[in-house]
């Protein structure tokens, strides 16, 4: 595509000036090469940002070593380095960008969305900082933490029933629009998303893997525009490289072959039938969304690849005690992703995904209901092989030295 073909010129040069006129206006920013490890860490030079919304993108890739099986190379990319831990950072930034420059965004407007939450913390984060007033439509079965950090960025939080799903949350905001005359962002929709993610996370990977073998991307969808705005990058720049999609087993709606029934705005008109719910929080509503749709209709993936929710916990779990690498049910659906491709693929070969967001925004959910809050029986005989400061059941704490 035109996009597309802008982006790999520009990459290719290092002139700024020649890189805007690619980009229309914008520049592909480069990234400090990383330098040797040392035996003494040096503090880098620092860089002052003009505001939080300029920190957003150039996230690290980071290579998986106990977790990846022998013979094959895989690495990840941490999109909890954005400033709001997720993503949805990159997608906040780009709808509300894309909006003033329309000039369907002004001043003393309302900014509205239907999330599972990321998203809604990214748009309240840039409300926030740009200073809109901000509305968002959540349904009631998404973590009470991000309801939480959306209040603490100054946003209102409307959720709505469980039995509505994600189609309920939509159809809220899109009323709640049309009664008030509030802008909404429709990032399941807006064209947008997949751009800013074909103008930074594509070029992003290409640059850590200039020269370099990758063989596989793989990934789940939420909205899309990860896998859309990522895969054009790579069918054009990286065309043997194998793009992998993923979605939860249990809401195998791509898998159905059936199309999501749609409003004349391209948002969902109902409930996909071939829905359940899951735990992986951020992927696959109960619609298939416009973005990835789309995306469908452009040949971006070559595999379509099943996850389950107990895959999903296990594999992030594994990545916190074994990579110390702490990301949500998402990130731990995309690695256990990985692990499937790694089984089958050629010894040597080079697997990347991606981490959505931070394990934090999960404490109340499945992800962490096997972790305690109290000391185990292991923890409790540790405190007792030492004699001081003991707090041990059913017994009057000791602090004597």
């Known amino acids: 595509s035109p996009i597309v073909s802008r982006i790999m010129f520009a990459l290719a040069t290092q002139n700024v000036a020649t890189q805007k006129v690619a980009l229309g206006g914008r520049s592909v920013r480069t990234r400090r090469v990383a330098p040797a490890r040392r035996a003494v860490s040096v503090t880098p030079k620092a860089r002052m940002y003009d505001n939080i919304l300029e ?13 990846a099986p022998e013979g094959v190379t895989i690495y990840a990319k941490a999109e909890f380095f954005n400033p709001c831990s997720s993503v949805k950072d990159r997608l906040a930034l780009a709808v509300i960008t894309d909006a003033e420059r329309r000039g369907v965004l002004k001043k003393g407007d309302t900014v509205v969305e239907a999330t599972s939450g990321n998203t809604g913390i990214a748009v309240a984060m840039v409300c926030a900082q740009r200073g809109y007033d901000c509305v968002i439509c959540m349904a009631e079965p998404f973590s009470v933490e991000r309801r ?6 100054g946003a209102k939080v409307i959720v709505t029933p469980k039995a509505g799903k994600g ?36 070029p992003e990977i290409l640059q850590d893997f200039a020269g370099k073998q990758l063989d596989y991307f793989v990934t789940g969808y939420g909205t899309g525009g990860t896998f859309q705005g990522v895969g054009k990058v790579l069918r054009v720049a990286r065309p043997d490289c194998k793009i992998i999609l993923l979605e939860p087993e249990a809401a195998g709606l791509i898998a159905s072959g059936i199309k999501s029934e749609r409003k004349a705005s391209g948002a969902p008109a109902g409930s996909h039938p071939a ?35 107990a895959e999903a916990i296990e594999t992030a779990q594994k990545l916190a005690r074994m990579e110390g690498i702490f990301t949500g049910i998402s990130g731990g659906a995309n690695m256990a992703g990985a692990l499937k491709v790694a ?15 931070t394990s934090e925004r999960y404490m109340s959910t499945p992800l962490y209901e096997s972790i305690a809050a109290d ?23 000791v602090l004597q030295m």
């Open 167 to 202: 189609t309920g949350m939509v159809a809220k905001a899109e009323e709640l629009c049309a009664k008030h005359g509030w802008f909404l962002c429709s990032q399941f929709e807006n064209d947008a998303n997949p751009a800013y993610h074909a103008s930074t996370t594509g």
């Open 55 to 67: 920190t957003i993108g150039d996230t690290p890739v980071i290579k998986i070593n106990r977790l």
């Open 148 to 153: 939480k950090i959306m209040r603490m960025l």
């Open 343 to 357: 089984e089958k693929a050629p010894k040597g070969s080079v697997i990347l995904t991606i981490l959505a967001d």
């Open 375 to 397: 000391m185990n029986e292991e923890e409790l005989e540790i405190a007792k092989s030492t004699p001081s400061f003991q707090l041990l059941p059913d017994a009057e704490p």
């Open 275 to 309: 829905f359940a719910p899951h735990p992986i929080q951020g992927w696959t509503p109960d619609f298939i969304p416009k973005v990835l749709e789309d995306a469908q209709a452009m040949n971006l993936y070559d595999e379509l690849v099943p996850i389950t929710g």
